[in-house]
């Protein structure tokens, strides 16, 4: 396993990360995803994410049940607060309020003293940005969070961010957890030019495109019964001919390589320096073994070449 700074901070995490969205707490049984966790530690994964809202806190309890087994120092953990975590007008968003109760309740959910990245899940347009990096502030203050993060947040929020954080010497955030994989591009153009220059780090969710770019799927109207996107509506729409053509193509590449055509994919997100970790979601161990192989993979520029016409077909 390979390691990166995340962003301009000392810190350094895996190039592969375990995360528990729609997966742990959830649909996957209890025994396969402790057993995933383990097995990612034991692999050289030292970063895992979960967030409150995640089946409503059931993820970070079981999140961290499973590291208890090891030293805390030896991993990172990530939590996120914003999400509706109760029928109450202040039981959401990015509030004073809200950010310091849902740290405290996301500490005692994980048997944690503290966590090493906070983030921000999303952006609140109803809660003045000076507030929400205060209040985020303190808690690093009070070392309950040492590191600050934001999820989704665009370009421009985050230079708002940045330019607040140095005028009232506020933690400044470091990592930005964005949706990139092969078939979701966006962050290229503005949200990793702002990263390299501000020392965001980039960590990013869905790197196979909630499962699409495994090769699981031959056909959109014949969906295995045991993938997300069989049990997951949502997803079914994301699952077309044309994107399956398109898989089919980067298998080609990837067996050229001898890889598969996950280890692909993960391996061209890590080709941008400002990736710092692609997180995965497993819900057996062997899908973590699979995936963690795509660490130190370097890609040629003929290879990237080829897998570009592809994607541009």
């Not at 079981?62 to 990530?78: D, T």
Request: charged fraction near 25%.
């Amino acid at each position: 396993m390979q390691y990166r700074q995340l962003g301009n901070s000392g810190l350094k995490v895996s190039e592969i990360s375990l995360g528990s969205w729609l997966t742990y707490g959830g649909y996957v049984e209890r025994e396969n995803a402790m057993k995933s966790i383990q097995a990612a530690y034991g692999l050289g994964i030292n970063f895992f994410d979960t967030a409150n809202v995640y089946e409503r806190g059931e993820a970070e309890k079981l999140m961290g049940e499973a590291l208890r087994a090891f030293p805390r120092e030896s991993y990172v953990l990530a939590t996120k607060v914003f999400g509706q975590m109760g029928d109450g007008p202040n039981d959401r968003g990015l509030s004073r309020k809200h950010i310091v109760e849902q740290c405290h309740a996301s500490l005692k959910r994980l048997g944690a003293d503290y966590v090493d990245l906070y983030y921000c899940h999303r952006h609140d347009p109803s809660t003045p940005m000076q507030e929400t990096l205060r209040a985020l502030d303190d808690l690093v203050r009070q070392g309950k969070v040492l590191y600050v993060g934001v999820s989704e947040w665009t370009a421009a929020q985050m230079v708002e961010a940045h330019a607040i954080a140095d005028r009232y010497l506020l933690d400044r955030i470091v990592v930005n957890q964005p949706i990139y994989n092969m078939f979701n591009r966006y962050i290229e153009k503005e949200v990793i030019p702002y990263g390299e220059r501000g020392g965001i780090g980039q960590v990013v969710f869905s790197p196979l495109a909630q499962g699409l770019l495994t090769g699981k799927y031959s056909s959109a109207n014949d969906v295995p019964a045991d993938s997300r996107a069989a049990k997951l509506d949502g997803m079914r729409k994301n699952v077309t001919e044309e994107k399956i053509n398109k898989v089919i193509e980067l298998g080609k590449v990837a067996s050229e390589l001898e890889l598969t055509v996950g280890q692909l994919a993960l391996s061209w997100i890590l080709r941008q320096p400002n990736v710092s970790s692609a997180l995965v979601g497993a819900s057996r161990p062997e899908q973590v073994e699979e995936n963690a192989k795509a660490s130190g993979i370097v890609l040629s520029a003929d290879v990237i070449e080829r897998i570009e016409h592809i994607l541009e077909s």
